[in-house]
């Protein structure tokens, strides 16, 4: 009944909606249903909450657990049958569009050496952390770029993009992020199969790295206007570097540690104009403090073990966990009982926040900046 779901939204507090049920307004309540509308006052308490309310949970996804049905998957179905072989991560809130968490999709896809498959293209856009093998690669627009262990490769929206595992490699499994709940939210999801279901390799291997990839140098025909990055892959172990030099020098954030960001080497900003990406350093001993923003973000531990406190509840991961941080959620990481770096990898919807206006961030200020743990 529209009192009664309505009831639950009145407040008490002056400037917020507040009108008691009474038999005249339950009958205008359904003379305006009837005419599909409705009296705002019902609902803007829900629909105007006073802060961010997630529907997402922190969740923690433990590689041991998900690793060998990702693996069976492959007995199970071809590449060709089920278009991507994978494994999605669904949050217990958000069961109904297969979302990771927010607006943002993750998924485990697997390969076996001599597999490919099909081109495709779309409106989301996507990227690729690898989890584990050798030999795979990715062709996107005519470019085929190789990828190792905690590689990162960009799939851009509208880009033909394919995958594959080279004869000589080892079974990969990567993660997939995109931003493919947000599209449809959207309302904006096209999708298309390559007409040759292959693409032709138009450009020299790895070019896009030889000529982007470069620290601190531009080319000087370095002709780019798309609103993407054209470093299409971000390799690991240039990234582990620059988070060691910066570490050296640097005492980071008390809220992130050392953290740096993937950045489009054209203009510095987010790799993608939907999704933004970041590798974080936590030296042996960190503990960073709490904090909370807007924008949700899924995590895959790169390297090391620790534990994140997140909306209370405490998360202890080890190397290729993933775990999510839903909007305006309260977070900590620790790398307290470690005497290795801790590394985590990063996809969100920052740039999403920040373009539209709607980036908030707050610092707990109680307890020492620290939450109390269950879990
Ligand atoms: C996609 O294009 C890939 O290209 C993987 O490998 C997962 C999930 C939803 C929509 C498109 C891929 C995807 C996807």
Known sequence: MAGN????????????????DTPALAAYYQQLEQLDAGALWTVANKIEPWQPKSESVPVLWRYRDLREHVLRAVELVTPEQAGRRVV???????????AAVGWLYSGLQVMNPGEAASAHSHSASALRFIMEGT?????????????????FVLT????????????????CIWQDGLDIPLVNAMEAGFYAVHPDLQQAITHPVDDLTAIWGAKGLHPQKGD?????????????????????????????????????NYVNPVNGGPVMPTIGASMQLLR??????????????????????????????????TERDIFCVPSWAFHEHSNASS??????????????MHSLGLYREEALAENGGHQVASG
């Not at 503990?287 to 994140?308: D, E, L, M, N, P």
């Open 284 to 317: 042996p001993g960190e503990k960073t403090r709490a904090h909370r923003h807007t924008g949700s973000f899924i995590y895959q531990v790169a390297k090391g073990s620790g534990c994140s406190i997140i909306n209370g509840q405490r998360f202890e991961w």
């Open 156 to 171: 851009p929206n509208g880009t033909w993009h394919e995958h594959g595992v080279a004869a000589y490699g080892t079974p």
């Open 88 to 98: 999605y991560l669904n949050n217990p809130g958000r069961r109904e569009v297969s």
């Open 5 to 20: 779901t309505y009831d639950s939204y009145r407040e008490s507090v002056a400037g917020r909606a507040n009108v008691a």
């Open 224 to 260: 780019w206007d798309k609103r993407y990055s054209p470093l299409f892959k971000y390799e690991w172990e240039p990234t582990y570097e620059a988070l060691t030099q910066y570490a050296r020098v640097s005492d980071g954030s008390p809220f992130d540690g050392v953290l740096m």
């Open 339 to 352: 005497s290795d770096d801790a590394c985590l990898f990063c996809f969100s919807d920052l740039p999403v």
């Open 135 to 151: 030999g795979a690669y990715t062709i996107v627009d005519g470019h085929k770029v190789m990828l190792g262990k905690n590689d």
